[in-house]
């Protein structure tokens, strides 16, 4: 099993609905963040959380909310999809100490909003 | 969020060729950079970090970082087709990570 799970893989919505991704790890990571990516803009922070109790807006974060479940799970809901929502959206864990912190990805979800 | 910029691309090299990847930050608080490697529709995976001014070696790849100049470097050694990906440049900042739009590298055969 993948480190980082994230559900759905696709996903295709209409504009308006309410959506949840999910995302799920293994690796007993304190922190979790979502980001978006669209072509030619890179990757872009939504939300990030340090711990169960601690949830933290990113530079891109109207239009979304997230839940932290659990340590293990940090869910982003888009509470009424709108086109430009259209993106590859990746959820990322990070733990221990140091300046090796990098991120383990999930495989991401495509949400197509139409 | 911190600005991080990359060399726009694409970059095309010859197989075996060196492809070098250039980017640049604006926080001179940043202290880790990272880059790493993502094939089309794939997530990204960490291929590189560094810390501390110099080179730091790993295989075929080198990164090279100068902080004076708030610059950070990939140099792809002996490239090969698999080679051909998008590069992402991160800083972090308070254990959070700035990404560059990413340069895409292919390699010729």
């Known amino acids: 099993d993948a480190d980082v799970t994230q559900t759905p893989r696709n996903r295709i919505t209409k504009t308006g609905k309410r959506i949840m991704l999910e995302c799920s790890q293994t690796?007993?990571?304190?922190?979790m963040y979502w980001y978006r990516q669209d072509p030619g803009l890179g990757l872009r922070l939504i939300y990030y959380s340090f711990d169960v109790k601690d949830i933290n807006k990113g530079e891109i974060s109207d239009g979304y909310s997230v839940s932290r479940q659990a340590q293990a799970k940090f869910s982003l809901s888009l509470e009424s999809a709108i086109p430009n929502q259209t993106a590859l959206y990746f959820c990322?864990?990070?733990?221990?100490?140091?300046?090796?912190?990098?991120?383990?990805f999930g495989s991401g979800t495509r949400l197509t909003v139409v | 969020q911190k600005e991080v910029e990359q060399n726009s691309g694409p970059l095309s090299v010859p197989e075996g060729a060196i492809a070098s990847l250039n980017c640049t930050y604006s926080d001179r608080g940043s202290q880790s950079f990272f880059w790493y490697r993502q094939y089309s529709g794939k997530s990204p995976e960490l291929i590189m970090f560094i810390y501390s001014n110099g080179d730091k070696e790993d295989g075929r790849f080198t990164a090279q970082l100068n902080k004076a100049s708030q610059y950070v470097s990939l140099l792809i050694r002996d490239s090969q087709p698999s080679d051909s990906a998008t590069y992402l440049c991160a800083v972090d900042g308070d254990y959070k990570l700035s990404f560059g739009a990413g340069t895409t590298v292919t390699v010729r055969a």
């Open positions: 690796k007993g990571h304190d922190r």
């Open positions: 990322a864990t990070s733990g221990g100490g140091g300046s090796n912190y990098g991120y383990t």
